[in-house]
């Protein structure tokens, strides 16, 4: 589970950093609101936690920007004070909850799982493409009716691209649905992986585009 942390306080980051972490969770951790928004468009996470006050853009401007894109991510946001109206205001620009500082490991845990299972119970749709069929609820594929097994990164690999028919995933962004930054990714792991995908199911389903990364083609 990929988590965003952006918080330009360095010791409570930190502290964010190393609770979750022991909680099982891989935390990308960034510090101020541009690198944010660029992260969120071009990364995909389970959720963000969002520090309001944040150099070179305000956690606020980060947030109506993210909505403004329509992604769904949860987002927990941090408020420095017990201002009402800074609560209002991060509610209002499409915040899912938030946590006033100074807060406690467990309530930031508990807060998490929360959303995640809020987020987990939106209706997700069941992906049909060319006799495969992927059920992201029930982590499920079919190709022809016949259920087919795949290694849980195989499976992340095969939504994401399932999900964007005709657009090309770049490898960058491939390799960090399977990694956070701060793992190293094996050189060839994203190939072995596609390539395994393309022996369960059918070689064409996934295009590479050489150079860039891979799409399944627009029907
Ligand atoms: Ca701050």
């Known amino acids: 589970m990929r988590i965003l942390l952006i918080e330009d306080d360095v010791a409570l980051?930190?502290?964010?950093?190393?609770?979750?972490?022991?909680?099982?969770?891989?935390?990308?951790?960034?510090?101020?609101?541009?690198?944010a928004v660029h992260a969120l468009s071009h990364e995909s996470f389970a959720i963000a936690i969002l520090d309001l006050g944040l150099p070179r853009l305000d956690g606020l401007e980060v947030l109506k920007r993210l909505r403004a894109t329509d992604n769904p991510i949860p987002v927990l946001v941090?408020?420095?004070?017990d201002a009402t109206s800074d609560r209002i205001a991060g509610l209002d620009a499409g915040a899912d909850?938030?946590?006033?500082?100074?807060?406690?490991a467990a309530e930031l845990k508990a807060r998490l799982r929360a959303l995640l299972r809020r987020s987990f119970n939106r209706p997700q749709p069941v992906l049909e493409y060319r006799e495969?069929?992927?059920?992201?609820?029930?982590?499920?594929?079919?190709?022809?009716?016949?259920p087919?097994?795949?290694q849980r990164k195989e499976f992340l690999l095969l939504h994401q691209l399932l999900a964007q028919p005709g657009r090309v995933?770049?490898?960058d962004k491939l390799q960090q649905t399977l990694y956070g930054w701060d793992e190293e990714a094996e050189s060839n792991a994203l190939e072995v992986h596609i390539h395994h995908l393309r022996?369960?199911?059918?070689?064409?389903?996934?295009?590479?585009v050489?150079?860039?990364?891979y799409l399944v083609d627009k029907l």
């Open 169 to 171: 995933l770049t490898r």
């Open 78 to 81: 941090l408020t420095a004070r």
């Open 148 to 150: 087919v097994v795949l």
């Open 97 to 104: 909850d938030y946590l006033v500082k100074p807060f406690d």
């Open 13 to 35: 980051g930190e502290g964010i950093r190393v609770a979750l972490k022991s909680e099982g969770y891989t935390v990308d951790w960034l510090q101020d609101g541009v690198s």
């Open 132 to 146: 495969v069929c992927l059920d992201p609820v029930n982590q499920q594929v079919s190709y022809q009716g016949q």
């Open 210 to 213: 050489r150079g860039i990364g």
């Open 199 to 208: 022996k369960k199911l059918f070689p064409e389903l996934i295009r590479t």
